[in-house]
């Protein structure tokens, strides 16, 4: 028995007095209606109306009834118009990640904005720190519903927003020659160790910084894996490497940031869902961090030459 529907035909005769009144309201026909007033009965074991030729009228137990039903109702549309909104992304829980070399400026300006946009029927924020290989594997075990990614990655099964570009720079110790550039070549990096993000964490984007780099003459004696800024600044001050990183995430005074000639590196993002789940809450982030990025990043649009979809590794392991 569909008793949510059986309730509404229950209500719907109380509140009428009327089998014929109510079964318009309902939209039905009389009989299937006095059908199911009967069969409901029977599941209760009471009788809900005392019926005579002119009116129907509750019964003691009806009228005790009818109460509980509308809450049952009230409780059954509410539940639903939450399902819906969980599906639509207005509400429920959000699962976002953002990658690592975000600066604070720009992931507060994110929340904010996101905040904003949905203003008090923003859905429960669930925001993690992952890569983008972490990104792609919760991607498809669907445990993510929305990330900042870097290209280039294996974007199958995804959608994109707009690919914004962050031009790198390089990190320097100030006692490094290059550190007296206005702007520095690739190539006047050579003898000095160069600090990457594990390959692990973005594979094909470590494989073409590489490749960039040496075909502009720069071929690090080694790669040193480092995150955090503070691990990274030891290894600036102490190992004399150089590091890539864009300009707003630089927080060590001791150390000099200087641009590449050329603009030859930078890093490519885009905000990226499953197919056929771009929901309202997903819109709603990735506009928040385009903006994010556009406004404290100094991120802009770009229009990739090249696809975004894997290549071969990169020329500097062949």
């Given amino acids: 028995m569909d008793l949510v529907r059986h309730l509404e035909c229950f209500v719907a005769v109380a509140e009428e007095s009327h089998f014929g009144r109510a079964a318009a309201r309902l939209g039905m026909a009389q009989p299937p209606l006095s059908q199911r007033i009967q069969r409901l009965e029977r599941e209760l074991g009471v009788r809900l109306f005392e019926r005579t030729s002119r009116q129907v009228r509750l019964t003691e137990a009806g009228a005790l009834l009818l109460t509980r039903a509308r809450e049952l109702l009230a409780r059954s549309e509410e539940f639903l118009a939450t399902a819906h909104r969980i599906r639509d992304g207005e509400t429920g829980l959000l699962r976002a990640a953002l990658p690592p070399d975000l600066s604070g400026e720009t ?13 008090l029927a ?33 974007i199958t099964g995804l959608e994109l927003g707009p690919v914004l570009r962050r031009d790198l720079g390089v990190l320097l110790p100030p006692g490094a020659p290059a550190a007296d550039l206005t702007e520095v070549p690739l190539a006047s990096l050579t003898g000095h160790d160069l600090i990457l993000f594990p390959r692990t964490d973005a594979p094909a984007l470590y494989d073409d910084l590489l490749t960039t780099c040496a075909r502009n003459g720069y071929t690090p004696p080694a790669v040193r894996h480092a995150q955090g800024a503070s691990f990274v600044r030891g290894l600036v001050l102490s190992a004399g490497a150089v590091a890539l990183t864009p300009r707003d995430t630089v927080t060590a005074p001791d150390l000099v940031w200087r641009s590449l000639a050329g603009a030859p590196l930078a890093w490519r993002h885009s905000v990226a869902w499953p197919k056929g789940r771009g929901s309202t809450a997903v819109t709603a982030f990735a506009d928040a961090a385009t903006h994010a990025l556009r406004g404290t990043a100094g991120a802009a649009p770009d229009v990739p030459t090249r696809p975004l979809h894997l290549r071969p590794a990169s020329e500097y392991w062949l």
């Fill in 122 to 154: 923003a859905p429960e924020l669930e925001l993690h720190e992952l890569s983008t290989a972490q990104q792609l594997a919760r991607f498809a075990s669907r445990d993510l519903d929305v990330g900042l990614i870097h290209h280039p990655c294996d």
């Fill in 107 to 119: 992931v507060a300006a994110l929340l904010a904005d996101f905040d904003r946009r949905h203003d």
